[in-house]
């Protein structure tokens, strides 16, 4: 059954790139959360769409729920010149051999998020919102949800979406209720494919080396990230030496700045124990730090970032601190999830890069570092040097493991190192080859933990190489610390 709105729902002059997909065929490439969530509203346009995927599981499983024709991602790119418009999930890469085909064939192409910021211009599904984006390296799904929660207490119908989990086009189309504020997580990956995106405000939290492979390095990653800073305010974490540096960087909007510290006049901060407003007020107090969690270094700076962008849209210092005392951390942050024989088990999956692994490596005073995954062409060289004296040993996993290794063995030469690799073991009661990895991980390190050390999961990689996506990897974690207690071990 075709979900396709009437023609009246569109506007009665809708503008000229959103009315010549009436009728036209239309590409979509991929089949995952975001580029399903791309076939209704294109179908409430009158488009006729084609899904593509590499995965043909689940392109057929796709093709069965949303009665959609499909094609090879091969046969896409011969038949591309067929097609008025593509439409990509965010983690296809311009030189896929789909979008290298439409780039060279004049085939227009927007990422997800282009599509939905289009959308919402038009009014296609009623009054434009107010878009209040966050990207950075890390931090950014605390920061987005601590914003919606903010958001909520000063009594705007908003709520988180992106790259958080909820696609935007799904939140435009929400009717009851129907949201008047957008809280949007974006990657450096959307950000890419969303070039006319220009939000009511938008916040760089911190930049270090991600997805260098994806974006050829450095400067890519930064220019997209960038690209959150184009609308009416910039909000720009001060403490990170890459994005402070983009306040003087042409075409940013106005800047806002937050800091740890005291902050100066345009800026948000700490000081004496509270929150400090002097960018949207001369001298405003919006919370104290008691009342953010998580708490840490890590959660103050999400908490001020999520607050300047509301305060972008006239929330109230009290609906602040509201938001902020309301708000509950997303599992795979660093949790704690047991305590065995005196040591305590952390999962922090969710540090999926060495920035994000650092903190928490940081947090804890004995180590035993569970890490490893898809680097994805970020060094651990600088994090090993920094937190070497801390580590207890590390136990490694995953495709990448050897680069950790050698990082380890360059700086850390003193702390024990073992590599964890897919294989039978009489302990472990997993069949499945990751959750038997981790549950041996896990039994490895308690081995080598005394009582009052963390084992700590901070893999500082990506999860994709054995995972189905961090959250998979969180819980096979916890569900092996648990394994852990029920057997009495160590």
Not at 29 to 38: E, P, Q, V
Not at 217 to 225: I, L, N, Q, T
Request: net charge negative; hydrophobic share 45%; with cysteine.
């Amino acid at each position: 059954m075709m979900d396709t709105a009437p023609a009246g729902d569109l506007p009665e002059n809708p503008p000229e790139d959103l009315a010549r997909l009436r009728g036209a065929r239309v590409l979509v490439t991929g089949a995952g959360i975001s580029g399903r969530a791309l076939i209704a509203p294109l179908r409430d346009l009158g488009a006729d769409v084609t899904l593509t995927d590499g995965n043909a599981d689940a392109l057929a499983a796709t093709a069965r729920e949303h009665d959609v024709a499909t094609v090879s991602p091969d046969d896409a790119a011969r038949a591309i010149s067929g097609y008025a418009q593509v439409v990509t999930s965010p983690g296809w890469r311009p030189d896929s051999p789909v979008l290298s085909a439409a780039a060279g064939a004049g085939v227009p192409i927007w990422g997800d998020v282009e599509f939905a910021w289009r959308l919402d211009r038009s009014g296609v599904y009623g009054p434009a919102r107010d878009w209040l984006v966050v990207t950075g390296t890390n931090g950014k799904t605390t920061t987005t949800s601590m914003l919606e929660s903010i958001l909520r207490a000063g009594g705007i119908s908003a709520v988180a979406c992106g790259n958080i989990g909820l696609p935007v086009t799904d939140a435009l189309r929400a009717e009851s209720p129907a949201y008047t504020a957008l809280a949007v997580e974006l990657s450096s990956f959307q950000l890419f494919w969303a070039p006319s995106v220009h939000p009511t405000a938008g916040a760089v939290l911190n930049i270090a080396e991600d997805h260098l492979d994806w974006h050829g390095g450095m400067d890519g990653y930064v220019e997209a990230k960038a690209q959150a800073l184009t609308g009416g305010v910039g909000v720009l974490g001060l403490d990170d030496p890459v994005a402070a540096s983009l306040r003087d960087r042409p075409g940013i909007a106005r800047t806002v700045g937050f800091r740890l510290g005291v902050p100066g006049a345009g800026e948000l901060g700490v000081e004496n124990g509270t929150l400090v407003d002097r960018a949207f007020a001369t001298d405003e107090t919006l919370a104290d730090v008691a009342d953010v969690t998580p708490s840490g270094p890590a959660g103050v700076m999400d908490a001020l970032a999520a607050a300047a962008l509301a305060r972008t849209v006239g929330v109230s210092a009290d609906a602040v601190r509201d938001g902020l005392r309301s708000y509950q951390v997303g599992p795979h942050r660093a949790a704690t999830v047991g305590q065995v024989a005196g040591v305590t088990y952390v999962d922090d999956s969710k540090a999926t890069n060495p920035h994000a692994a650092r903190t928490s490596l940081l947090a804890h005073p004995r180590v035993v570092w569970i890490a490893g995954g898809l680097l994805k062409g970020a060094s651990v060289d600088e994090l090993v040097v920094e937190v070497a004296d801390r580590l207890v040993a590390a136990v490694l996993f995953g495709r990448d493991a050897g680069q950790i290794a050698d990082a380890l063995a360059r700086h850390a030469p003193q702390v024990p190192v073992r590599r964890v690799e897919p294989g039978h073991d009489e302990n472990v009661k997993s069949t499945d080859a990751p959750d038997a990895v981790m549950a041996r991980a896990v039994r490895v390190a308690a081995d080598a933990a005394e009582p009052g050390d963390t084992v700590l999961l901070a893999p500082a990689a990506a999860s994709l190489d054995m995972f189905t996506d961090y959250g998979h990897r969180g819980r096979s974690f916890v569900a092996a610390v648990d394994a852990l207690a029920d057997d009495g071990a160590p």
